[in-house]
């Protein structure tokens, strides 16, 4: 059984970094791929970076350069590190357990969510 729970959020200003981990109880890190989605008030889910089981990676734009999402197996958890945040970046981060086809596509699986604010 798939559990999700990520850790890391909190207030930086900007220009900061932080690191959102995210750990899989139920051991599916190991074969799935993975992805962290953000929820800024008022808008959609976007996902921000995706990582295959053979290590292809897909960002947004918004965050391409700044954020990199990495895993390790060992542990059952993967990570984004967010340089440069921005105002904009605010939102509640979440990590979803999905797969990968030439693409991150997201599963029913979702962590509770780890909320992420940038002062100007």
């Known amino acids: 059984q798939v559990r999700l729970v990520e850790s890391g959020g909190g207030l930086v200003q900007a220009g900061g970094s932080l690191r959102l981990s995210c750990a899989d109880s139920?051991?599916?890190?190991?074969?799935?791929?993975m992805g962290w989605y953000r929820q800024a008030p008022g808008k959609q889910r976007e996902l921000v970076a995706g990582?295959?089981?053979?290590?292809?990676?897909s960002y947004a734009d918004s965050v391409k350069g700044r954020f990199t999402i990495s895993r390790d197996n060992a542990k059952n958890t993967m990570y984004l590190q967010m340089n440069s945040l921005k105002p904009e970046d605010t939102a509640v981060y979440y990590c979803?357990?999905?797969?990968?086809?030439?693409?991150?596509?997201?599963?029913?699986?979702w962590g509770q969510g780890t909320q992420v604010t940038v002062s100007s």
């Open positions: 979803n357990a999905g797969h990968w086809s030439g693409n991150y596509y997201p599963s029913n699986h």
């Open positions: 139920g051991r599916t890190l190991i074969i799935n791929a």
């Open positions: 990582l295959s089981d053979d290590g292809d990676t």
